[in-house]
Nanobody, 122 residues
Framework: QVQLVESGGGLVQTGGSLRLSCAAS????????VAWFRQVMGKEREFVAG???????SYSDFVKGRCAISRDNAKNMVYLQMSSLKPEDTAVYYC????????????????WGQGTQVTVST
């Protein structure tokens, strides 16, 4: 059974850091692109960062310089290191996977995790 499971969310103060993890099971996702999206209740889901099957990375402008996405194919893991967090980063963060290349469009992804809550306090 193909599964993505996020972890690492939590409550952090403004300016703090978190590392989110996305664990894949049920398949070898080496050739899959993995992206992080986030969503605030009542708002549209938005692309945060992505890493392709070839490990090319891309970021949204609002996290550039504050986030780093990486992958460990041996462990079937993708990570999102976030720093200098702001209250507006508060959201549920989801990881998603699709074949090879990243996309900022969430509806092009085949697999999704259940999400992990990130809350940044003032």
């Amino acid at each position: 059974q193909v599964q993505l499971v996020e972890s690492g969310g939590g409550l952090v103060q403004t300016g703090g850091s978190l590392r989110l993890s996305c664990a894949a099971s049920g398949w070898n996702f080496r050739n899959y692109a993995v992206a992080w999206f986030r969503q605030v209740m009542g708002k549209e889901r938005e692309f945060v960062a992505g890493i392709s099957g070839g490990s090319y990375t891309s970021y949204s402008d609002f996290v550039k310089g504050r986030c780093a996405i990486s992958r460990d194919n041996a462990k079937n893991m993708v990570y999102l290191q976030m720093s200098s967090l702001k209250p507006e980063d508060t959201a549920v963060y989801y990881c998603a996977a699709r074949w090879m290349t990243t996309s900022t469009r969430g509806n092009t992804y085949d697999y999704w995790g259940q999400g992990t809550q990130v809350t940044v306090s003032t």
